[in-house]
DNA sequence: GATGCTAACGGCACGCAGTGCCGTTAGCAA
DNA sequence: TTGCTAACGGCACTGCGTGCCGTTAGCATC
């Protein structure tokens, strides 16, 4: 949309809705039948990704770790923003000075996280954990903030850079400081293996169990 | 303020600033100079909070974990809802109804949440932890979202429950899933040990770390 | 007590966002 | 050609937010 750029050589108060309209070639009242506000008129149609999302939930392996589900989610609104660099690039800059259009895309990251924590929700409720309201509330903060930390990034470098990549790393640790919490033990690095244990139990059995695992790398779920 | 009350009667729509002016017995000019806006006439001032966070993080001692200080610093948003609950409870039954008000709301938990993330992001880096600005945003959207939880929990029940109590839990829930992944070994709960090792280290150098820890209790990173 | 200063107030008018209403027109089917 | 439908665009209206300015209350000074 022509909008965009209006903003971005005018100031977003300096454009009036008449002005986008006349460089669009359409009627003011038109213009208003496309788009709900003069904000939106930037934005992408975060219903469609979050649709989407809602879909692969739905659809969603229960084997696997609900944390890595909410990242395979969390991941389509990313892929929504990479299947448009120019556009989104621009938008990021005008984001990023213009203080009601921040707000909104703030309001939007807040929807995309909603449907997050009600996912883990279920699945922490189902799985037994405790706290599973808490849980689910923080660990979809966390992997909406690692999304955000590297579109942002991505964005910055102007959408060089391979996001996806960087979106592994992130999710990554996203996903091994909410699975040691709850889980047994989980590889860290490659290098690494953590192992948690109750000072309980017999040395002897402990012993054997790390240095299994040291040899292995297998995680080991008691 | 009266607006508050008007809104919740007769509608957030409904209202014009017309009338909150008039039922406060000012004139309309007046209102905007109290009030940026129509939305801000319902909200508490989020800068002074703000302000007080920052200097809580200057003073801040360094030798408490990084993600302790920005759970205390969010607890004093905390105790600003809890020092009006009549308020703060119906700010929450306008906020969760009407779109623009929750936009407002989930702005400014944004706000505080950069400040925590800024903090964090100084703290990692001198502390020389990897991915020091991930981690910042990750740790810090994480402690803003428990104690939005432990907030709306709140709100919920009417102002009754003893909030602090279930924000230490929250917290400990955070700090010991940032803690875990970052640090050598921390104490889970009382009866648990994590221990992080390489595993080109000598078998026997580990198991002797390992028992040492699980005897005494003891943090050891080397 | 009169005079000048300052700060808050309130009225007025304006620009602009967003909405409802309605006439016009383009496209298509019978 | 006639009738129908859907998109368009003009018009007017409400309401938010702001700039401007006259008024007034409070206070210090001479």
Same mark, same amino acid.
């Not at 579109?151 to 470098?157: G, H, I, P, Q, T």
């Given at each position: 949309m022509a909008a965009i750029d209006l903003f971005l050589e005018s100031g977003y108060e300096n454009t009036t809705v008449d002005d986008i309209a006349a460089a669009a070639g359409v009627g003011r009242r038109t213009f208003f039948r496309y788009f709900r506000s003069k904000e939106d008129a930037i934005f992408p149609s975060h219903d469609e990704v979050l649709r989407d999302i809602e879909r692969l939930f739905d659809e969603a $392996? $229960?084997?696997?770790h609900p944390v890595e589900v909410a990242c395979a989610g969390v991941t389509l609104v990313l892929d929504s923003y990479l299947s448009d660099p120019d556009v989104s690039v621009k938008r990021y800059t005008l984001t990023r000075t213009v203080a009601p259009l921040r707000d909104k895309e703030v309001a939007s990251v807040d929807r995309y996280q909603r449907v997050l924590a009600r996912y883990l929700r279920g699945r922490f409720e189902t799985d037994g954990e405790p706290l599973p309201d808490l849980r689910a509330s923080v660990a979809a903060a966390a992997v909406a903030a690692a999304n955000n930390h590297v579109l942002r990034r991505w964005l910055r470098n102007g959408g060089t850079e391979d996001a996806h990549a960087l979106a592994d790393k992130a999710f990554r640790l996203v996903v091994d400081a909410f699975s040691a919490t709850s889980r047994g033990s989980t590889g860290a690095t490659d290098d690494t293996v953590i192992a948690v244990l109750r000072s309980s139990a017999p040395l002897a059995e402990v012993v054997q169990r790390i240095s299994s695992s040291l040899a292995t790398g297998e995680r080991d779920t008691p």
């Amino acid at each position: 949309m022509a909008a965009i750029d209006l903003f971005l050589e005018s100031g977003y108060e300096n454009t009036t809705v008449d002005d986008i309209a006349a460089a669009a070639g359409v009627g003011r009242r038109t213009f208003f039948r496309y788009f709900r506000s003069k904000e939106d008129a930037i934005f992408p149609s975060h219903d469609e990704v979050l649709r989407d999302i809602e879909r692969l939930f739905d659809e969603a $392996d $229960d084997s696997q770790h609900p944390v890595e589900v909410a990242c395979a989610g969390v991941t389509l609104v990313l892929d929504s923003y990479l299947s448009d660099p120019d556009v989104s690039v621009k938008r990021y800059t005008l984001t990023r000075t213009v203080a009601p259009l921040r707000d909104k895309e703030v309001a939007s990251v807040d929807r995309y996280q909603r449907v997050l924590a009600r996912y883990l929700r279920g699945r922490f409720e189902t799985d037994g954990e405790p706290l599973p309201d808490l849980r689910a509330s923080v660990a979809a903060a966390a992997v909406a903030a690692a999304n955000n930390h590297v579109l942002r990034r991505w964005l910055r470098n102007g959408g060089t850079e391979d996001a996806h990549a960087l979106a592994d790393k992130a999710f990554r640790l996203v996903v091994d400081a909410f699975s040691a919490t709850s889980r047994g033990s989980t590889g860290a690095t490659d290098d690494t293996v953590i192992a948690v244990l109750r000072s309980s139990a017999p040395l002897a059995e402990v012993v054997q169990r790390i240095s299994s695992s040291l040899a292995t790398g297998e995680r080991d779920t008691p």
